[in-house]
């Protein structure tokens, strides 16, 4: 899919099942993880993480190196610098203490995580040339046109599937309840935040095209190009993490 986040629409309808029995955070970067590959690599054909060996070499110690980045650092610092709309519903999960959870139910994690990459390689499977149901399923090797433009079905599927999968993460998230009166940030501390990331995602992305060139073909530069916005992001919360510890120590 070009639209990574997308996979995690099928794995939202299993988010309300008990923790003791299936991991929300292990489900929803299990189905995205072995794309990261793609972005932390900056070379959209890497794919180690979409080989059944590279579950466990890649993809499961990558996931819960994210879980942790993501719940630990990424979720505080990031929050506030939200739009309303968005930090409002996501701070329901602020007080979630993934450590002690991690600590007691690392299995459940874990296997949630291979349950997240398996929905991964289902889908793919239907919608990249090489996948198991392209070559089985004669429809999707079917030739059609789109705007002048020709294509197999099975590339289609790929922007029909995201698409849908976006309108499915919207549609689950805005049911989410709001949570109100929240500390709000100012509109010109956000646009520093968000400029910040945009600035070394663009340098990132600028020393990765004289290093370190891959010629990518088509929609494949976006691979590239989220990777780069995944340092930037990375590196303004790992600095505003960074200052906002320092502080606090000193006190």
């Not at 294509?151 to 109100?180: C, D, E, H, I, T």
């Amino acid at each position: 899919m070009p639209f990574t986040i997308s996979h995690a629409a099928i794995v939202v309808p299993f988010i309300n099942t008990s923790r003791k029995y299936l991991s929300a955070t292990g489900l929803i970067i299990g189905s995205m993880v072995p794309d990261f590959l793609y972005f932390i690599l900056l070379n959209p054909y890497f794919s180690g993480g979409h080989q059944w060996w590279g579950i466990f070499v890649y993809d499961i110690p990558l996931a819960l190196l994210l879980a942790y980045v993501y719940h630990l650092i990424v979720k505080p610092v990031v929050l506030p610098y939200l739009p309303a709309w968005a930090s409002d519903r996501l701070h329901l999960f602020r007080p979630f203490n993934w450590d002690t959870y991690f600590r007691e139910y690392y299995s459940v994690v874990i296997y949630s995580i291979i349950l997240g990459v398996l929905t991964h390689f289902f889908l793919d499977s239907f919608t990249h040339e090489a996948g198991g149901f392209v070559s089985r399923i004669h429809f999707l090797q079917k030739d059609v046109t789109i705007w002048r433009h020709p294509m197999k079905m099975w590339y289609l599927m790929q922007y029909l599937s995201s698409v849908a999968g976006l309108l499915l993460m919207l549609y689950f998230f805005l049911k989410l309840p709001r949570v109100n009166n929240l500390p709000k940030v100012s509109l010109q501390l956000k646009a520093r935040f968000w400029i910040t990331v945009a600035v070394i995602s663009g340098l990132v992305l600028l020393v990765n095209e004289y290093f370190h060139h891959i010629n990518c073909k088509g929609m494949d530069y976006l691979a590239t190009a989220l990777g780069g916005v995944f340092y930037g992001l990375l590196f303004t919360v790992g600095w505003y993490w960074w200052v906002t510890y320092s502080s606090r120590s000193m006190r």
